[in-house]
């Protein structure tokens, strides 16, 4: 019972600093585009910055769905009981 409610109070802080860090990315991404704006249109140095801010910001995002998609599937399946035998017309 304290190992299933310490996993749940894990997961609960890890998916609240998912959360944090994508708030903290959006804050860096609008600063560095208000800073962008100053550049020239064609200039590579904002090309290549605005790029990898959306790559970053974008695997933040992936990162915290795959972490939330885990934890869904994972409480799914320890939910319910398995049983493992030789017999394949038990398995279904």
Same mark, same amino acid.
């Given at each position: *019972?304290?190992? #299933?409610? /310490?996993?749940?109070?894990?997961? /609960?802080?890890?998916?609240?600093?998912?959360?944090?860090?994508?708030?903290?990315?959006? #804050?860096? !991404?609008?600063?560095?585009?208000?800073? *962008?704006? !100053?550049?020239?249109? !064609?200039?590579?140095?904002?090309?290549?910055? +605005?790029?990898?801010?959306?790559? +970053?910001?974008?695997? #933040?995002?992936?990162? !915290? +769905?795959?972490?939330?998609?885990?934890?869904?599937?994972?409480?799914?399946?320890? /939910?319910?009981? +398995?049983?493992?035998?030789?017999?394949?017309?038990?398995?279904?």
């Amino acid at each position: *019972m304290f190992q #299933l409610l /310490g996993a749940a109070a894990a997961s /609960g802080y890890i998916i609240t600093a998912l959360f944090l860090f994508v708030a903290i990315g959006r #804050l860096i !991404r609008n600063a560095l585009h208000t800073l *962008m704006a !100053r550049l020239p249109k !064609r200039s590579a140095l904002k090309h290549y910055t +605005m790029a990898a801010i959306s790559l +970053m910001f974008f695997c #933040l995002l992936v990162i !915290r +769905m795959c972490f939330i998609a885990t934890v869904i599937i994972d409480s799914a399946i320890g /939910g319910h009981d +398995m049983k493992i035998s030789g017999d394949p017309e038990s398995q279904f």
